[in-house]
């Protein structure tokens, strides 16, 4: 069934991520490519609408974990097609820089760094997400391959805590060091210890990781607020 393709619209994509609803996203955004919309457009006003505003409410303690995670997987899924398109058309998607992320070597939490690799996306960032359990030498690996100019890592455990400073540590032995920006996170993670390793910012949540490194890349832009 043919759509309009208006703020109704968008709102109603932005819903579907922040319901966690996967069929309706994905019907959403198909319908929505079938009207005519500008797949940037859909990222940018519904997708990331949506999971901006989770990450907001999740940090102000209105939702949980579990809609948090769900988020998460819906907004990959529209973002998956549409990026697709994205790239089939050539259009041009706004991007603040290209960063290289993953959790830490010893560590296999995976739901808060793909928040932050989603909503980092969402932002204007090219998020290369390398997953789990990353060891140092496929950090540096993956920031040479990318071309990136930002590494983010991430840790729920405090035992390989220190791995982190070990990759800093690896940057700077290989010459790296003054081309990457590095940002942290993950509970155990603060201030206190990020300057302790050298990197350059500490994110304690997804939308602090996005005004931290907004802040490195010298980004402006507006921030979302906390429903209710
Ligand atoms: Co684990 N676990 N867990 N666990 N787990 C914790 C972290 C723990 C605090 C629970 C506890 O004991 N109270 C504890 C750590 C203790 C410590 O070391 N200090 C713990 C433990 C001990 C373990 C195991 C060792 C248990 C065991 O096997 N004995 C084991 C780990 C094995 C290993 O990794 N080698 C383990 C396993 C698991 C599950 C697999 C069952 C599961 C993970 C499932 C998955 O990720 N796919 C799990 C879970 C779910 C948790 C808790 C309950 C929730 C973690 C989570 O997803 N939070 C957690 C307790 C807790 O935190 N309440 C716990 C939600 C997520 C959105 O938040 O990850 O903090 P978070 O990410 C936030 C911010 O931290 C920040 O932004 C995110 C979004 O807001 N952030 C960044 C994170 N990374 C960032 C990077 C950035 C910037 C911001 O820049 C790069």
């Known amino acids: 069934m043919a759509i309009t393709i208006d703020e109704a619209y968008f709102d109603a994509l932005a819903d579907s991520v922040i319901d966690g609803e996967d069929e309706d996203c994905v019907r959403l955004v198909n319908d929505g490519l079938e009207a005519g919309v500008d797949p940037l457009?859909?990222?940018?006003?519904?997708?990331?609408?949506?999971?901006?505003?989770?990450?907001?409410?999740?940090?102000?303690?209105?939702?949980?974990?579990?809609?948090?995670?769900?988020?998460?997987?819906?907004?990959?899924?529209?973002?998956?097609?549409?990026?697709?398109?994205?790239?089939?058309?050539?259009?041009k998607r706004m991007s603040h820089g290209t960063i290289v992320i993953g959790t830490i070597k010893g560590d296999i939490h995976d739901i808060g760094k793909s928040v932050v690799a989603a909503v980092l996306q969402a932002n204007g960032?090219?998020?290369?997400?390398?997953?789990?359990?990353?060891?140092?030498?496929?950090?540096?690996?993956?920031?040479?391959?990318n071309n990136a100019d930002v590494l983010g890592m991430s840790t729920l455990l405090t035992l390989p805590l220190m791995t982190m400073g070990e990759v800093i540590?690896?940057?700077?032995?290989?010459?790296?060091?003054?081309?990457?920006k590095v940002i942290v996170g993950g509970c155990p993670v603060t201030q206190e210890f990020a300057d302790e390793i050298g990197a350059d910012a500490v994110g304690f949540d997804a939308q602090d990781a996005v005004v931290k490194l907004d802040g490195l890349m010298g980004v402006n832009r507006q921030v979302a607020v906390a429903r209710g």
């Open 41 to 91: 457009e859909a990222v940018e006003k519904g997708l990331a609408k949506g999971i901006n505003q989770v990450g907001v409410d999740f940090g102000a303690g209105v939702i949980f974990l579990p809609e948090l995670a769900m988020a998460a997987d819906t907004m990959k899924m529209g973002a998956a097609i549409l990026d697709e398109k994205i790239r089939e058309s050539g259009s």
């Open 125 to 145: 960032y090219n998020v290369v997400d390398i997953g789990i359990d990353v060891d140092i030498d496929t950090f540096i690996q993956a920031l040479k391959d």
């Open 169 to 180: 540590e690896k940057l700077k032995e290989v010459g790296m060091r003054d081309k990457i």
